[in-house]
């Protein structure tokens, strides 16, 4: 259910408290029957805001191209991947593939401090954080993979 920007006006009015209710009927639904939106002021706020913060990050998706994003997730997915599989490497003690691991880790280190930082909502809340955390729990599972893979070789 798509909740109504309500003005400033109606809440002056009703001069509502933080846990007052505020009940207002937004329209009628296929059946004609009243619906009806009931939440505290808060709720309301939070509800507004979410809202307003979803519609940030989708203006922020069309203005940028998608070629932009996938660089930026593909980036950010490599950096979290080899952070997290030179943990596992000093771990088990595999010198050779921990110089590997440092060597690429600081390459993509290289590459992630050098670029544009990330202004928008969009690359702060989820072209950064969410393709690392993805690529390094990735890096963790693959680590064992991979170092078993180099030994027999």
């Given at each position: 259910m798509d909740v109504p920007n309500y003005d400033k006006e109606f809440f002056k009015q009703k001069k509502p408290g933080v846990l007052q209710?505020?009940?207002?009927?937004?329209?009628?639904?296929?059946?004609?029957?009243?619906?009806?939106?009931?939440?505290?002021?808060?709720?309301y706020i939070r509800i507004n805001m979410a809202k307003k913060q979803f519609q940030k990050l989708v203006k922020e998706w069309k203005d940028c191209g998608p070629k932009e994003v996938f660089e930026g997730v593909r980036d950010n997915f490599f950096f979290g991947f080899l952070g997290a599989t030179i943990v596992v490497f000093i771990a088990t003690r595999a010198d050779l593939m921990v110089l590997f691991g440092y060597l690429s880790y600081y390459y993509m280190l290289g590459r992630i401090q050098n670029r544009p930082r990330y202004v928008t909502d969009l690359g702060k809340l989820i072209v950064f954080p969410i393709p690392s955390a993805l690529g390094a729990f990735t890096g963790y599972k693959l680590s064992y993979v991979l170092q078993g893979l180099i030994q027999n070789l």
């Open positions: 209710k505020v009940t207002r009927v937004l329209g009628l639904d296929e059946y004609n029957h009243n619906i009806v939106y009931n939440c505290t002021y808060l709720q």
